[in-house]
């Protein structure tokens, strides 16, 4: 989860999260090339006196000046287009999680199994009394989710556009009324992840977290056969 002075992307907790993150440092090492670069020469720019009174074009530094951009650009693209497509391939989920976004709550089904369906509320943070809430954070149902395996998701919203967004998995997606709008997850470690609404909803934007509990697969079956 996002912590005081968090600066950089937070840990991964998927696969595809470990992907994008790779992604952004490649990116970020192309960035910081050509900013020394273009740096270094306007910084040489303004301490010469070279001057040329007939310079009106001249073809080979603008051929060469075209090609570089265009390789780097490439190398950008190319990656780019490969996460594109990682992201949004599903791999025969195990279950589906039915996401459906609210004016100011989430609300979750689990349609493989009877019909499992809660709201999630953000719950009061006291920090008078000892609970171990996490402020702004935490949920009075979580969504409770099996650890390893391939999760389906499917997001739709009733009433405004919400964004059902986990940070630590990678997972950005819009919640459109009207609409239903399909991703997946697959979490590899055991943990609770949070999420917030990214999708400006209104006035309780702020205070409609998501909340996480990855768990092993038995105890996942146990937790569904349990559920009243
Ligand atoms: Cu829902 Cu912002």
């Not at 001249?58 to 287009?81: R, V």
């Not at 909340?211 to 996942?220: A, C, D, L």
Request: aromatic share 14%; net charge negative; hydrophobic share 45%.
């Amino acid at each position: 989860m996002a912590t005081w002075s968090n600066f950089n992307l937070q840990n991964s907790a998927s696969p595809l999260m470990e992907q994008i993150i790779f992604f952004h440092d490649h990116t970020l090492i192309i960035l910081i090339m050509i900013t020394i670069l273009v740096g270094y020469l306007m910084i040489n720019l303004f301490f010469n006196k070279y001057i040329n009174r007939f310079l009106l074009e001249g073809q080979m530094i603008e051929l060469i000046w075209t090609i570089i951009p265009t390789i780097t650009l490439i190398f950008i693209a190319l990656p780019s287009l490969r996460l594109l497509y990682l992201l949004d391939e599903l791999n025969n989920p195990l279950i589906t999680l039915k996401s459906i976004g609210h004016q100011w709550y989430w609300s979750y089904e689990y349609s493989d199994f009877n019909n499992v369906e809660f709201d999630s509320y953000m719950i009061n943070y006291d920090k008078t009394s000892n609970n171990n809430n996490f402020r702004l954070l935490d949920v009075d149902n979580r969504i409770i989710l099996p650890m390893n395996n391939q999760i389906r998701i499917m997001v739709t919203a009733t009433d405004v556009i919400h964004s059902w967004t986990i940070p630590s998995l990678g997972v950005k997606i819009d919640a459109n009324p009207g609409r239903l709008n399909q991703t997946n997850l697959f979490i590899n470690r055991p943990g609770i992840f949070f999420g917030q609404c990214s999708e400006i909803c209104g006035a309780n934007h702020s205070f409609m977290p998501i909340m996480i509990e990855s768990i092993s697969i038995k105890n996942f079956i146990n937790w569904i056969n349990n559920y009243s």
